[in-house]
Structures are given as structure tokens and as C-alpha cells.
């Protein structure tokens, strides 16, 4: 089936480190995007990749990075630059670069800083 | 710049009920509207979107929504409730062709529902 995978679902991070989450489609969609998520709040876009080997800084891009070196793959790192990482993040794609927003969502991944 | 108002935080309504949910939004032209719904710890799955023409919007399981120009708004609506529509409902709107990147949500509204 395609879809959206991403891994993994639940990470524990002590502070000071980078952790990378994982972000996979098999729906040959050219963009992609990365959420984040936190009780109450709508979702807030990081990062967005319209077309391989180029990438967009979001509304809260401050503390992540991401690469787009496949059109199939779109991870992405939480720095220790991040300083409240503790969300759900989650991974969109869409098939056309220029739509209005028909996304599609991969489940989550629970990010926790201990 | 566009933006986007769900005033209900939670709603518990019963079985078989009907339901509204509420959407208003800001935007100068005319929006791209969307409705999302996500069960807990999952993705978001698109429920209808409205772009042009019609103003009452079909989507998958049994929901509708309508767009009205004159309130801006775009409320969800379901004749009958079912248990397995619990969940957490998001309102978004499009700044028109410009993709994802210009997709704002509404903080979202969790919805209960009692046997």
C-alpha cells in the first residue's frame, strides 16, 4: 500500500543531543513536509521540499535541519539548538508542489526530552 | 495574512446525534478550505476541501461542509454521529496556488462522543 512511514514512533532524548527522525513515501509525491504539534495548538509547519535537493524554511525552522536527497525521503534532525523539542512531529507529502494543501500524513513520531 | 478560528476546544455530543463543528477564517481572496481529522496518536486524514463552485462540500464518512463568503466560514457538519468519530478535528485554509507551504490550521477541536 503506499503511504507514509515514519520512525521512529516514540523517541527519548537526553538534552543536548541530536536525534533524527525518519521520514519515507512511496507515493511518488514531489513535496514534502514536516509538521510540529502541540496540545492546543494547530500544526506548525519546519520544513517544507518541493523537488529533490531543495528545501524551504518554515514558520519555526530555528533548531531543526532536514536533507532531501531522494525524492522518497525527507528526514528530519532535531539540534540541541532546539530548545522546547519535546512534540509530535509529523510528516506530510503532497502530489503537486503547487496545491492548495491536499496532504497526506504519515502517523507520528512522539519526540520526549528526558 | 490569513488565519483560521475554531472556537469549540472540545464538544461531546451522543450517539447518533447530529454535529456541527465550527470554522471561521481571515483571508482576503477566496480561500482554499479544508477539513482534517486525526484519531489519537495518529496522522491527519483529509476529510473534504472546498477550491470553487458548490458551496456544500461532500466528504468521506458521511461528513459535509459549507462555505458561506458573507460569515467566513466553513463548518463541518454529520447528520448522525458515530462512536468511531471521535477524535480531533482540524479547520485549514490555503492562500491559494501556492502549495502546503501556505496552509494554516485552526488549534483544532476534540470531539467526544457518548454511547
Known amino acids: 500500500d503506499g503511504g507514509i512511514t515514519q520512525s521512529p514512533k516514540y523517541l527519548f532524548r537526553k538534552e543536548g543531543q541530536n536525534v533524527t527522525l525518519s521520514c519515507e513515501q512511496n507515493l511518488n509525491h514531489d513535496a514534502m513536509y514536516w509538521y510540529r504539534q502541540d496540545p492546543g495548538q494547530g500544526l506548525r509547519l519546519i520544513y517544507y521540499s518541493q523537488i529533490v535537493n531543495d528545501f524551504q524554511k518554515g514558520d519555526i525552522a530555528e533548531g531543526y535541519s532536514v536533507s532531501r536527497e531522494k525524492k522518497e525521503s525527507f528526514p528530519l534532525t532535531v539540534t540541541s539548538a532546539q530548545k522546547n523539542p519535546t512534540a509530535f512531529y509529523l510528516c506530510?507529502?503532497?502530489?503537486?508542489?503547487?496545491?492548495?494543501?491536499?496532504?497526506?500524513f504519515g502517523e507520528g513520531s512522539r519526540l520526549t526530552v528526558l | 495574512a490569513q488565519s483560521v478560528t475554531q472556537p469549540d476546544i472540545h464538544i461531546t455530543v451522543s450517539e447518533g446525534a447530529s454535529l456541527e463543528l465550527r470554522c471561521n477564517y481571515s483571508?482576503?481572496?477566496?480561500?482554499?478550505l479544508f477539513w482534517y481529522v486525526q484519531s489519537p496518536g495518529q496522522g491527519l486524514q483529509l476529510l473534504l476541501k472546498y477550491f470553487s463552485g458548490d458551496t456544500l462540500v461532500q466528504g468521506i464518512k458521511g461528513f459535509e461542509a459549507e462555505f458561506k463568503r458573507s460569515q467566513s466560514s466553513f463548518n463541518l457538519r454529520k447528520p448522525s454521529v458515530h462512536w468511531s468519530d471521535a477524535a480531533e478535528y482540524f479547520c485549514?485554509?490555503?492562500?491559494?496556488?501556492?502549495?502546503?507551504?501556505?496552509?494554516?490550521f485552526g488549534t483544532g477541536t476534540r470531539l467526544t462522543v457518548i454511547p
Open positions: 485549514a485554509v490555503g492562500a491559494g496556488r501556492t502549495g502546503a507551504n501556505n496552509l494554516f
Open positions: 483571508y482576503g481572496a477566496t480561500p482554499y
Open positions: 506530510a507529502s503532497s502530489r503537486d508542489p503547487a496545491a492548495p494543501g491536499e496532504l497526506f
